[in-house]
């Protein structure tokens, strides 16, 4: 009778830990095709013949088409079931990956990549929706940071992984090393994934999701933190978009895998995203974003002299800032919403990844024609205007607005 009582919870158990490793794989393959192309814009100008700037779309379209997608993939999943969304996802996104590598020009890959962004829509979208419909209690928080860290782990792995591989090999090669890797993260993925629950369709219900989203974009307080992302992301992207141009070219002629080992400082933003609750707890909302930003805008500024360990410190504090402070916004929009809370999401993400499009793209036209000073100075602008986006957010929320 004993194990009987207790098989039902042992089941449940194990379903949970699959779903977690699921996630982990989920992210880790998504993030990858996302951002893969980052650590390759110097061999695609070379390549093609391309500029900074036209080279950088290959990271800028495929976020700003997932930005577009956000919204309307998560309705879908509602209609389809959010496992669902995010297999076409991961296996759709792995799947052009491999192709991608072997595009006869520039034209064909970047429109290969925009598709790319429409597939890979999904995870990001449903991701943490799934974790909270399949995982109750106090497990769900640290599934979240499971599912964080595939994240992290992918966007790391897929910049690290091609600029070590352009040490000995092509640059197709090189990117389909990384898009092999992503592919086999997918097939953990499938493997980990539980049969989805059966569930009833649900309705699209346009008009209910257009009155959510409207509700959400009269808020404020949601406002500032919707510009917060889209300014923050822009010009965090916008520093690594470009730094392998820098240290591959005069004065520090790194190799690219050389090059490829700033990547690492990533690590420094997942240390910083995961003490960010702690220092709210501690100091407050206002205080911890206030900070954050101001890391991020001094980390921009010690890149500037032409000296390699003071530009490595200064990407560290760059990254470490920028990701306190996307942990801490992110957060606030959850408490902030005005009802639903997937609409408030979906909105900060599309503004966070339409942040890393527009403005990392306005960042290659900067870059080329004012070089990492100009750039520099365009990144610094920017968090200038996040400062004044958080003096408004404080405001409001003072005024409980």
Not at 113 to 136: S, T
Not at 201 to 226: E, H, M, N
Not at 336 to 365: D, E, K
Request: net charge positive; proline share 4%.
């Amino acid at each position: 009778m004993t194990s009987t009582a207790l098989a039902p919870a042992a089941t449940t158990a194990d379903r949970e830990r699959r779903v977690t490793r699921a996630a982990f794989a989920a992210g880790v393959t998504t993030f990858a095709a996302m951002y893969s192309a980052q650590a390759l814009l110097p061999s695609l100008s070379a390549a093609f013949g391309a500029t900074p700037a036209r080279a950088a779309l290959a990271v800028s379209l495929t976020t700003g088409v997932l930005a577009l997608a956000i919204v309307p993939v998560s309705a879908l999943a509602g209609r389809f079931g959010h496992a669902r969304v995010m297999i076409a996802s991961t296996v759709g996104s792995a799947v052009i990956g491999l192709l991608l590598p072997w595009s006869p020009n520039l034209d064909v890959l970047l429109a290969g990549r925009a598709v790319q962004g429409l597939v890979v829509a999904g995870v990001p979208a449903v991701a943490m929706a799934y974790l909270a419909e399949e995982i109750r209690g106090d497990r769900l928080g640290a599934a979240m940071g499971v599912y964080v860290a595939g994240t992290t782990l992918g966007g790391l792995g897929c910049r690290l992984l091609p600029a070590l591989a352009l040490e000995a090999l092509p640059w197709r090669w090189a990117a389909e090393t990384a898009a092999l890797a992503a592919a086999g993260c997918a097939v953990w993925f499938l493997r980990a994934l539980p049969a989805p629950r059966a569930a009833q369709p649900q309705p699209l219900r346009i008009r209910s999701l257009a009155r959510d989203l409207g509700a959400q974009l009269r808020s404020p307080t949601l406002l500032a933190l919707f510009g917060l992302a889209f300014v923050l992301m822009g010009g965090f992207v916008s520093v690594y978009n470009f730094l392998g141009y820098r240290l591959t070219r005069s004065p520090f002629e790194l190799s690219p895998a050389v090059a490829g080992f700033v990547f690492l400082l990533y690590l420094a933003g997942t240390v910083t995203a995961t003490l960010a609750g702690r220092w709210v707890n501690r100091l407050g909302r206002i205080r911890v974003l206030a900070i954050s930003v101001s890391t991020m805008c001094a980390g921009v500024l010690i890149t500037l002299p032409d000296c390699l360990p003071v530009v490595i410190l200064g990407v560290l504090l760059c990254t470490a800032g920028f990701f306190g402070a996307h942990t801490v916004a992110g957060a606030w929009v959850g408490t902030a919403a005005i009802g639903n809370r997937a609409a408030a999401s979906s909105l900060y993400l599309f503004c966070y990844y339409a942040g890393s499009s527009v403005v990392g793209l306005l960042a290659g036209w900067v870059f080329g024609r004012y070089g990492w000073a100009g750039l520099t100075g365009y990144v610094v602008a920017l968090t200038g205007v996040a400062a004044a986006l958080i003096a408004i957010a404080a405001a409001t929320q003072r005024a409980g607005r």
